[in-house]
């Protein structure tokens, strides 16, 4: 099986991952819930509709949602699922990963300034301040793992990943994991970092910056999003999951389950947990880059 099957799945069932999300917290809640195709349903909606663009914006409101897609679709052909390596994979690709992350979460920031709205200024201020504290955590994290593993690309570290790699440096990778579990809650605006369905202003982030997107323009943002959610789950699931010492159709059989039982585990803890305080979130985050930062001195050793 080659890496572009875990390519295609990923353009194909990344809209699936909020629907579970959804559904899990839909249960949990004791209500029926959304449709699991519901992110289909709303994109193919946006697509037929037109966009309305105000006076004051100019081509970078256009270009944010554009460059930003274009930016996790590359972003999607870097990460590598199911025990097989990506189509596209190169020394040091965990850096031109997390700076992708970085074009699309600046073109979203740039289109939400364009607007000139103080309110979508301050989800762009938060945005960024929080992630300049997520990307620490993020990249130390995959220092880690490339330091155990001996990979220096996104393949190299999760392809080789295996019952033997985990016999041998369980504690750094699990520190790993837990570091990009909030990692992956907070790039993705997920409880207990941001709610995506919180509508209330003081306390958006997300959400805020593209509530003047409409039309195919939000299709794009919501696909991209979706898109995001995939490629850093499949980063979280390949440490923690080692498929590599299955066959590889039992392994990407084994990865999609763990993908969506990530997005179970994800509704798990936004039913049960609140959103923190503003103020908290640089704790967590920092806490996340100390678990990156242990796990890195225990590999050295």
């Known amino acids: 099986m080659s890496g572009y099957a875990g390519l295609l799945a990923a353009l194909l069932l990344a809209p699936l991952l909020p629907g579970v999300i959804n559904r899990t917290k839909s249960f949990f809640a004791g209500r029926r819930g959304p449709p699991l195709l519901q992110a289909y349903f709303d994109l193919a909606k946006l697509l037929r509709k037109g966009a309305v663009y105000s006076t004051t914006t100019t081509w970078l409101f256009r270009a944010g949602p554009v460059v930003g897609l274009a930016a996790m679709l590359v972003a999607s052909a870097l990460a590598p699922f199911g025990g097989v390596s990506a189509p596209l994979a190169f020394a040091g690709d965990f850096l031109f990963f997390a700076g992708l992350l970085g074009v699309t979460r600046f073109m979203t920031m740039l289109a939400a300034l364009d607007t000139g709205s103080s309110f979508e200024g301050m989800g762009a201020s938060r945005e960024a301040q929080f992630a300049a504290l997520a990307e620490?955590?993020?990249?130390?994290?995959?220092?880690?793992?490339?330091?155990?593993?001996?990979?220096?690309?996104?393949?190299?570290?999760?392809?080789?990943?295996?019952?033997?790699?985990?016999s041998g440096a369980a504690a750094p990778l699990a520190l790993v994991c837990v570091s990009l579990l909030v990692v992956f809650l907070a790039e993705n605006a997920r409880i207990p970092v941001d709610d995506p369905n919180t509508h209330l202003e003081l306390t958006m982030i997300h959400e805020v910056m593209v509530l003047d997107h409409g039309g195919p323009d939000l299709a794009l943002i919501q696909y991209a999003a979706a898109l995001k959610l995939w490629v850093l789950g499949s980063l979280v699931v390949g440490i923690a999951l080692p498929v590599r010492s299955l066959a590889h159709g039992w392994a990407f059989a084994a990865s999609v389950a763990g993908m969506l039982g990530l997005c179970v585990v994800v509704g798990v803890v936004e039913s049960c947990l609140a959103r923190l305080r503003l103020t908290r979130v640089p704790q967590l985050l920092l806490g996340a880059g100390v678990l990156s930062l242990l796990a890195l001195f225990i590999g050295l050793k």
């Open 136 to 166: 620490p955590a993020f990249l130390l994290g995959l220092t880690a793992v490339a330091w155990k593993t001996g990979g220096l690309s996104l393949s190299g570290m999760l392809g080789t990943n295996s019952f033997a790699t985990w």
